[in-house]
């Protein structure tokens, strides 16, 4: 009895500034993402890249509101106690993914069945930021408390535009929709801005083209000069963050 009081009272603040115990925080926290992750790369084996953006990473109301919390948890501590941030202790499980360790090199604990890893990454981190603009009671926030993670959605951004892994058409487009959901949602970054200009410019050419998507995959011709600026003018102003003309 005595053992369960004391182990209680390394948990009485949940904020994390009375803690008697650091490591053992670190270890609950870190397996309890890890957990989280696992279960949304469960969900995500069962998503199609066409329906990545409304297909959300939780299973239930329960596992939302678990996430948020977190969120909120690890912000607190991170401008309190100069700790790490939730975008730190995400990056840090999901690097080791996408770099494509074996199994027995990736020290993560993340399940090692990921059907693909950069496409989960960027599916995941897309639906978080989402989540970023949830309060602690769950009504939606016009502060972006959560902040931007460029750093690591630029190293992203890079392996997805990379020549030699030459990723299918329909996965680099779900990619940059959920760059562009990313730019909705932080501030712009030019770096990646940069990235997709030098992948497109290099590709030209290129058909683009998802096979299976049969005719509403391919360009439209206008009829008029005036549907043509309509047109261009729709692709500079983009739809509102998940709108259906957003997650075509």
Not at 9 to 20: D, K, P, S, Y
Not at 85 to 110: C, D, I, T
Request: neutral net charge.
């Amino acid at each position: 009895m005595r053992g369960q009081v004391v182990y209680a009272h390394q948990f009485v603040n949940l904020t994390g500034e009375n803690l008697t115990d650091t490591s053992l925080f670190e270890e609950h926290l870190r397996a309890l993402l890890c957990d989280l992750t696992g279960l949304a790369m469960g969900k995500y084996n069962k998503v199609r890249p066409t329906d990545a953006l409304s297909s959300n990473h939780y299973s239930c109301l329960c596992t939302k509101e678990l996430w948020v919390l977190l969120m909120h948890l690890l912000q607190h501590r991170s401008k309190v106690l100069r700790t790490e941030s939730f975008w730190s202790y995400m990056n840090s499980l999901l690097r080791p993914l996408v770099s494509g360790k074996p199994a027995a090199e990736n020290s993560s604990g993340l399940p090692s069945h990921c059907k693909d890893p950069v496409g989960f990454t960027w599916w995941l981190i897309t639906h978080l930021a989402m989540l970023g603009q949830y309060s602690r009671s769950g009504t939606g926030l016009n502060e972006k408390h959560l902040g931007h993670n460029w750093t690591f959605v630029e190293e992203l951004l890079r392996l997805t535009c990379s020549p030699k892994d030459g990723l299918a058409e329909e996965q680099v487009r779900m990619h940059v929709h959920c760059c562009l959901s990313l730019c909705l949602l932080w501030e712009p970054s030019t770096s990646a801005i940069s990235v997709l200009w030098d992948y497109y410019s290099r590709n030209l050419n290129g058909s683009f083209i998802v096979p299976w998507l049969g005719v509403s995959g391919l360009g439209t011709v206008c009829k008029t000069p005036l549907a043509l600026l309509e047109q261009a003018r729709s692709c500079c102003a983009p739809s509102p963050l998940c709108s259906p003309g957003h997650t075509q």
